[in-house]
């Protein structure tokens, strides 16, 4: 009987911390993250200020949890994907296209909050170097030749290019199909790494195949319409 009360309770916290997470996600992105207080977040729970900060301390750490929920999924899908192909490029691309796919549609939001002057640098610094740690382990499991030296200018490149199209996108700057924009970015990126035409296409097919048949839950209707359809990158030009 106890045992059975403990999971009902359990149930019951995990409910209500998710259902303050999306009202305070939802009014973040009405509002502003600035704007958005304590007090405001409570109510649009429908629950009492004590029971919301029993969750959170404070509203950062709030706005942590929120990325950490997006964000978390994705990768432990990403983990069982990949593990379907060999190392390398296809790995490399199964995290990429999926990582890609989900901030340029349910977490648009979540991008556009970046993109205002009112989240605090903290944060932002610790989800880029979340988003490093992320991408470093990848690299270093799948292009183990890299040196230390070179790895940080791959990743920095590597995040630069896709963090200024994702802040684009979500301005409305580049059009709005989102697996237009992460195919394209996914093969730019590959190609910056020296692989010829045939890899980047083995490892894209395998990304999408990931994404199309292993049934990606995290960016709604588009990634199963959309992936079936591929679009190639112009090629960089040699000077």
Not at 63 to 89: C, Q, Y
Not at 139 to 154: A, C, G, I, Q, W
């Amino acid at each position: 009987m106890v045992y059975r009360q403990n999971q009902r309770s359990e149930r019951v916290r995990e409910a209500s911390r998710h259902r303050i997470l999306a009202a305070a996600r939802k009014l973040f992105a009405r509002r502003g993250y600035a704007a958005a207080t304590m007090r405001d977040i409570a109510k649009a729970a429908n629950t009492s200020i004590g029971n919301l900060y029993f969750y959170f301390g404070h509203k950062d750490e709030l706005m942590g949890a929120i990325l950490a929920e997006g964000r978390e999924p994705v990768w432990a899908w990403v983990d069982e994907a990949a593990s379907a192909v060999p190392h390398g490029p296809s790995r490399l691309a199964i995290s990429a296209y999926a990582n890609l796919l989900r901030l340029l549609t349910i977490d648009r939001d979540l991008m556009r909050l970046f993109l205002t002057e009112g989240l605090p640098a903290s944060l932002t610094q610790r989800a880029v170097e979340e988003h490093l740690g992320n991408l470093r382990a990848i690299f270093k499991e799948n292009f183990p030749e890299y040196s230390p030296e070179d790895l940080e200018l791959v990743l920095s490149t590597w995040s630069g290019a896709s963090r200024r199209c994702a802040e684009r996108f979500a301005r409305g700057e580049l059009g709005s199909d989102p697996v237009v924009v992460a195919e394209f970015l996914v093969r730019w990126n590959l190609r910056g790494l020296g692989l010829d035409e045939s890899e980047i296409e083995a490892a894209m097919a395998a990304a999408i195949r990931a994404v199309r048949e292993g049934g990606f839950p995290f960016a709604g209707e588009v990634t199963l319409s959309g992936a079936k359809r591929r679009k190639s990158s112009p090629s960089p030009r040699s000077g």
